[in-house]
């Protein structure tokens, strides 16, 4: 066994050490739902050892040459993707004069006190999964003590199914490095870092250059420094804490909590973490007030969302809509339906958030709505699959993808999730399982995982359970 803190231990973990991402096939779940527009891609990418799961190209089916997705917004006067509409912003300038930067000299302007109400009354929700309280996460940081502070960024947008973050990284970069000057103002970092991932090396090259650009304008620097880390694949890295212990050279396996990281993060300092699509909505946040904001949407799912739709789709593509849109209006209206079949189930938030079936498609996309029939907004990575695609089969896909990503940190996540990935592979093949057992290491998945990994994926289990009982009833009885 390797030591733990030994550079071979941290080495060993990543799926991506030594590789080059753009040689190796996606095994991903966006590509398995679309796997009969390809079928010999797909199947050459099983064949492989080496793969990953997830280009961030899930709006074209397996092994298809890379292509701009189609990219609309619904919204009268777009929140995230103006800029991304207009073809991208790769000039600092250019940034400038399309009315970047006001935001970041208004809240120069503001106080502190200021800047942490408009995050609260604006109702903004952290985009990366949770849904967190974002002006929460401002105030706690804010709030506490220690000799420095660090804003983090999470770009590592892992979930398969899911690409909003790498356009507005591409297409968009000083809104995020303008979004992370007002949020280390807020909390009074002096220090940030964007975490990206490997599998995105247009991203690290747009935004190395961005990052120049903007220490050469003395937006970097002085007050704030941003620097880039590009991570060696690893889904579990999308984890706050697991993400910190990558920036810190160690095996990126998710921490005991609390502390949270809000007071104990990255070196033990007071750190604020959020992801891309979170930071690039606070310079129009502040802009056009918080009042503005908070009139997009319903209930306390305000604001503005970025989805990914998948290549099951008609018209795959990375839309903007408002809260509150009901789930069959995204697949009907935005996707325009299906490409083949009719729609078995539609999975919203990634590979740990459920699936909807077809008789709940008028649920809005809404955290608390979706919450209630046990899925989620997630990452807002939607992926359609089709009907000649059996239920086990998914499931089977899921805690394959599952027990590969686990960190390894905690026996009912590490033994269970691949002891359940084979268990559901079998039934898929039409064996029998052990169901009683099946149930056992899902009930310790969901109680005694040590982070959102495990309880994810019996969270998942348990949504298939809900809402097709007669599919699984057999496995499962």
């Not at 060696?232 to 984890?239: A, F, K, N, T, V």
């Not at 009139?295 to 789709?313: H, I, Y």
């Not at 086990?392 to 691949?418: D, N, Q, W």
Request: with cysteine; hydrophobic share 40%; proline share 6%.
């Amino acid at each position: 066994m390797l030591p733990a803190g030994s550079q071979d231990a941290v080495d060993s973990f990543y799926h991506l050490h030594g590789e080059d991402p753009a040689a190796l096939p996606c095994q991903g779940l966006a590509c398995f739902a679309a796997r009969a527009q390809a079928p010999a891609a797909w199947h050459a990418a099983q064949r492989q050892d080496r793969g990953l799961y997830c280009h961030g190209q899930c709006h074209q089916p397996p092994g298809a040459a890379p292509v701009r997705p189609h990219i609309a917004s619904l919204l009268p006067h777009s929140v995230l993707l103006d800029n991304v509409l207009a073809g991208g912003i790769h000039d600092f300038g250019a940034y400038l004069a399309r009315g970047g930067g006001v935001a970041l000299q208004q809240a120069r302007r503001m106080s502190q006190v200021a800047l942490l109400q408009a995050l609260d009354d604006s109702g903004l929700r952290g985009r990366g999964g949770a849904g967190f309280p974002a002006g929460r996460k401002w105030r706690a940081a804010a709030a506490a003590g220690g000799s420095r502070k660090y804003l983090v960024v999470n770009a590592d947008e892992g979930d398969p199914g899911s690409f909003s973050d790498r356009y507005l990284l591409e297409d968009d970069p000083y809104c995020l490095i303008e979004g992370c000057l007002i949020a280390a103002q807020a909390i009074g970092a002096r220090h940030g870092v964007i975490y990206l991932r490997k599998e995105y090396p247009h991203a690290a090259r747009v935004l190395q250059v961005a990052l120049q650009q903007a220490r050469d304008a003395d937006w970097l620097g002085t007050d704030f420094e941003l620097t880039l880390h590009i991570g060696d694949g690893s889904y579990l890295c999308g984890e706050e804490t697991a993400l910190l212990n990558a920036l810190e050279g160690r095996r990126p396996e998710a921490r005991l909590r609390p502390p949270q990281i809000t007071t104990h993060g990255l070196h033990g300092q007071p750190t604020l973490l959020h992801n891309v699509e979170t930071l690039c909505a606070v310079p129009w946040l502040i802009r056009h007030g918080a009042a503005a904001y908070a009139a997009l949407g319903v209930g306390r799912s305000r604001g503005s969302k970025l989805l990914s739709l998948n290549a099951s789709f008609n018209r795959p593509g990375l839309y903007e809509v408002p809260f509150g849109l009901p789930l069959h209006a995204i697949v009907t209206e935005l996707g325009l339906g299906l490409r083949h079949g009719s729609l078995r189930g539609l999975m919203v938030g990634g590979p740990l958030a459920g699936l909807v079936p077809p008789a709940l498609l008028d649920t809005p996309l809404d955290y608390e709505a979706l919450h209630a029939i046990g899925c989620a907004v997630g990452h807002g990575g939607v992926i359609a699959f089709a009907d000649d695609t059996p239920l086990l089969a998914i499931m089977a896909e899921v805690f394959r993808f599952g027990a590969r990503e686990s960190c390894g940190k905690c026996t009912p996540c590490h033994y269970g999730a691949a002891e359940l990935a084979r268990q559901f592979a079998a039934a898929a093949d039409g064996q029998a399982i052990d169901g009683a057992r099946c149930r056992a290491l899902l009930d310790n998945l969901a109680q005694a995982s040590l982070c959102g990994h495990g309880r994810g994926l019996a969270e998942f289990a348990h949504a298939l359970q809900r809402h097709y009982p007669e599919e699984l009833r057999a496995c499962l009885a």
